[in-house]
């Protein structure tokens, strides 16, 4: 099938694929996307790059890229083509001349915001939205790209925390082992606005060091990070609106943070925009959203381990004591309460534990609580209790057989040793 497109140069490889230039024998200049000639065997990615073929066709919008064609070539490599989009990841024009005028960056986070508004009205979860992914052409419009972490919002639970990301860009929840969400999604586009005001992202690092900052430390206003750039209290206030780590406080969907980011920008009077009506009370999304806490039982935390945030993200007990001791721990942490919030997570362990004893835990789906514990515990000091339960954590995370889960975990305990090497 490949035969009608002539290949040109290779524009980036990862570990699964590769992307090349191309021409169709029309003369239209396009991209293909193409699985790896080692892996041209395997059938789950050949899955994959359909699935992501399926997502982009349902989604139909000038600042989003298109996909044009997909199949398995002669030589039995999947296969996905795509328009040529030209232009610059807009990482690399910040990069290139730090914080953008307000001008410019209203026009390009207005479109960047159209397009989402239109991935999500397809019923689709970009779930990697960062500024490298967004391409900005010499007249500032505007193209978002790359869906190959894409999924629909009514994807099955059990291939959600299969999903990755790019840390500095992923909501807490997401973080956290929650599967992404519009809501999401409105915090990572909120992250590229930060990024256009500063030059900065709200938090950087490795994931276990942004979970850690996003749980302990506010974001810090833009105006405060880049004083001088005349951003008003007006515009701070919506960009930490759409940070905020409840996703169920974020505005309601990509339009509503549009309105607001524009009004803020040009001076005008804030839209009344009520938190938490729109996407993310779907019943179908599996984020952290506010809902009434099920009611305890004896395989359920104490009423007070949950809070108004607490949320069952599936008829799952042990999913559902989970989800609620992380938002209860996200609340308390929200007080700089630490040390209550480490005892909500551990009470939530002994939980999930046979005849309550933590120590006997078996259940692989704990890493999600123990890589937040492993966190706070390095957060108040408590390096060895950190380095152990990173281990725990680390040992169910391979278990779940999740790819995710383990890299999470793996991470964190790195970090651990190499504290330890250097402490010593």
Partial sequence: MLGQYQLGELLGQ??????????HRSGRAVVIKRVRNTLCSDQLLAAHLADEARLLRAVSHPNVVRVLDDGIDDDGRAFLVMERVHGTPLY??????????????????????AGLAAIHAAGVVHADLTSSNALVDEVDIVTIIDFGLA????????????IAGTAAYMAPEMSAGASPTPACDVYAAATIVYEMLTATTPYSGHISTVLTRQLCEPVEPPSRRAPGRGISPAIDRVV???????????????????????AALAGRPAPAIAAGSGLWRNPTLRGLAATRPPAPSAASPE?????????ARSQDPADAIISNALAAAHQLIDGHRLAEAARALERARAALAPAGDADAL?????????????ALYLTTGKQDRARRMALVAYRHAVRSKCPLAEARARELVDRLVRSRRVAR
């Avoid at 990862?14 to 021409?23: D, N, P």
């Avoid at 690399?92 to 960047?112: F, H, M, Y």
């Avoid at 759409?242 to 524009?262: Q, V």
């Avoid at 078996?362 to 492993?374: M, N």
């Fill in 92 to 113: 690399d024009v910040i990069t290139a001349r730090g914080p953008l005028p307000l001008e410019r960056l209203a026009a390009i986070a207005s479109q960047l915001l």
């Fill in 303 to 311: 009423p007070h381990d949950v809070g108004p945030r607490a949320v």
């Fill in 240 to 262: 930490l609106r759409a940070l905020d780590r409840s996703p169920d406080a974020r505005y309601p969907s990509a339009t509503a943070f549009a309105e607001a980011l524009d």
């Fill in 362 to 374: 078996d259940y692989t789906g704990a890493w999600r609580l123990e890589t937040v514990l492993a």
């Fill in 151 to 162: 999924r629909a919002m009514s994807a099955s639970p059990d291939t959600a925390d299969q």
């Fill in 14 to 23: 990862g570990g699964m694929g590769q992307v090349h230039a191309a021409r």
